[in-house]
């Protein structure tokens, strides 16, 4: 069955570094891959899209890659800053031809910003 | 436009009562999601609409639960009998398909409690 594998633990980063997030799956083939971000209380908010045949991604000091061969993405956020703290999902998709297809999601990644 | 609205924000039940989990759309988005979280589970797709109609209700735990969208600009999922195990939130998603990719657009969720 398909597999999505996020970092469970959260992940400690020092104000001012850059925080790397790890999404990695297993029996699947998506042609896209979406981050979202989640505040508590929240529903998750969409930040950036990967296409299967793009390797990289940015967007302001966001950074995102994707490697078919390895089925894995890392999500970077440079300059990390205290606003920076949230969870963010990782979610794969497919092409539609005329509708949409549901988004699978892994379970996120709680990162924090220590100031 | 004021987003994805859900409704109620947060509902406490006992078990064997009727809930009724409301959504309205960004108008014109003509793709809805149903989605349910948990921290065991995460995010995990329960039934979505294509132009108002069901497409794939597979993630729909039980026939205890039941999704409709009558018009473009309301969905309702329901679940009767309700079970503590039911205790989640659930989510509702919409979206516009732009060059084949499905951007999600969340409401800000309907915690529910069963007691």
């Known amino acids: 069955s398909q597999k999505i594998e996020q970092n469970s633990e959260a992940l400690n980063i020092q104000e001012g570094k850059t925080a790397t997030l790890t999404c990695n799956y297993t029996?699947?083939?998506?042609?896209?891959l979406q981050w979202y971000r989640q505040d508590p209380g929240r529903g998750p908010v969409f930040l950036l899209l990967i296409r299967e045949n793009e390797k990289e991604k940015r967007k302001e000091r966001l950074k995102v890659t994707f490697d078919t061969t390895l089925k894995q993405s890392l999500f970077h956020i440079t300059a990390s800053q205290p606003a920076d703290s949230a969870t963010y999902l990782c979610?794969?998709?497919?092409?539609?031809?005329?509708?949409?297809?549901?988004?699978?999601f892994g379970k996120g990644t709680h990162l924090i910003i220590q100031p | 436009d004021a987003g994805v609205i859900q409704s109620p924000r947060h509902e406490v039940t006992e078990m064997g009562q009727e809930v009724t989990l409301r959504c309205k759309p960004i108008?014109?988005?003509?793709?809805l999601f149903w989605y349910r979280q948990t921290m065991m589970r995460g995010l995990e797709l329960l039934i979505y609409f294509n132009n108002n109609v069901p497409i794939d209700d597979s993630g729909m735990p039980e026939d205890r639960f039941s999704a409709k969208m009558p018009n473009a600009s309301f969905s309702t999922l329901k679940i009767q009998p309700s079970e503590p195990r039911d205790s989640a939130v659930y989510f509702c998603?919409?979206?516009?398909?732009?060059?084949?990719?499905?951007?999600?657009?969340f409401g800000a969720g309907s915690r529910l409690t069963v007691l």
């Open positions: 108008s014109g988005h003509n793709s």
């Open positions: 029996n699947y083939s998506p042609a896209y």
């Open positions: 979610a794969l998709g497919r092409w539609s031809g005329g509708g949409a297809d549901g988004l699978t």
């Open positions: 998603a919409s979206s516009l398909i732009s060059s084949g990719a499905n951007v999600l657009t």
